[in-house]
């Protein structure tokens, strides 16, 4: 007779393991879990299967102090669902755990593969930084998985409370005339992970100019918040976005353009509070998340 105990081997995630980037057929993934509280819990089996409802086939099993595990050596493009159960020392076991899924994108997938999870532009925003915006037709959460050589193992922040379609983050530290490889890693709220081709991007000795839009017109300038009007930005790009940041670098407004290419700005931060005097900086991106315009203003309260 079986003990279930359905609930309690619940993953915690799947993430994809640094994939050796000149390994461009296969891909890793490495489950982890939470333990069975149970003491006399002696191990577990992980099953895998390519339908998320059915035809799982266990794949191996690992002891009761193994909290991942690596399945290493498969096919790109296909989407592999993971379950698990515990066993005891009476060889009773639990029931499912949730299931969990990983697919990584091959880099000459068709656009009804790839836009599953795709990287849709990347611009240099210092000497070090480079700044990748991402896209998937879900909402998400995630991050890119970059480096320099041939182990991705280095990662931009999670994006863990912002389930949305569109991504950006920002890549730093990086080394001027060096060659970066970079991939989005996004989950859904079913714990389905969707990793994006690999792209390229190279740090340049100086930061490119962003292409001139000179329509564009920013007013009042210098601008003040508190004056009950609001700065007009028009001249944009439809459907690209607006970002403005502080002097210091930190983003305190995002606003995607609607059509007709005008954004009228109240003046406040993330939080919803007027911004203080100072330069702040304006970036507008196309569509495609290509930096078209960086231009200062001045807050004057």
Same mark, same amino acid.
């Given at each position: ?7 309690? #081997? ?54 009761? @102090?193994?909290?991942?595990?690596? %399945? ?21 076991? &639990? ?21 599953? #999870? ?69 989950? %859904? ?6 990793? &994006? ?40 790009? &439809? ?7 502080? &002097? ?52 004057? @309260?």
């Amino acid at each position: 007779m079986e003990k279930t105990t359905a609930g309690i #081997c619940t993953f915690l995630l799947l993430i994809v393991l640094s994939i050796n980037v000149s390994s461009q057929e296969t891909a890793d993934y490495l489950v982890n879990w939470e333990p069975n509280p149970e003491p006399d819990i002696t191990g577990y089996v992980i099953y895998r299967s390519l339908d998320r409802g059915a035809g799982f086939t266990a794949i191996d099993s690992v002891d009761n @102090n193994t909290f991942e595990y690596l %399945d290493e050596g498969l096919e790109k493009g296909t989407r592999y669902y993971y379950r698990l159960i515990a066993k005891n020392t009476s060889g009773e076991r &639990s029931g499912f755990s949730n299931p969990v899924s990983g697919m990584t994108i091959p880099a000459d997938a068709a656009p009804s593969l790839s836009d599953s #999870c795709k990287i849709t532009g990347k611009s240099q925003t210092s000497l070090s930084s480079f700044r990748i915006n991402w896209e998937t037709p879900v909402a998400t959460t995630g991050f890119i998985q970059y480096d320099s050589d041939a182990v991705l193992d280095s990662m931009s922040s999670f994006d863990e409370t912002d389930w949305t379609t569109s991504h950006s983050n920002q890549l730093e530290n990086l080394v001027v005339r060096k060659t970066y490889y970079a991939r989005a890693a996004a989950y %859904d709220q079913y714990d389905n992970l969707t990793i &994006s081709a690999r792209d390229t991007l190279t740090v340049a000795e100086e930061v490119p100019a962003p292409v001139s839009s000179p329509q564009l017109n920013i007013y009042p300038v210098p601008y003040s918040p508190f004056k009950g009007v609001s700065m007009t930005m028009n001249g944009l790009p &439809s459907n690209g976005a607006v970002r403005i940041f502080n &002097s210091n670098g930190m983003e305190i407004h995002k606003e995607t353009i609607p059509a007709g290419g005008e954004i009228n700005w109240d003046g406040t931060n993330h939080n919803g509070s007027k911004v203080m005097s100072g330069v702040y900086y304006v970036i507008v991106e196309d569509s495609g998340g290509e930096v078209t315009e960086k231009r200062p203003v001045m807050i004057v @309260n």
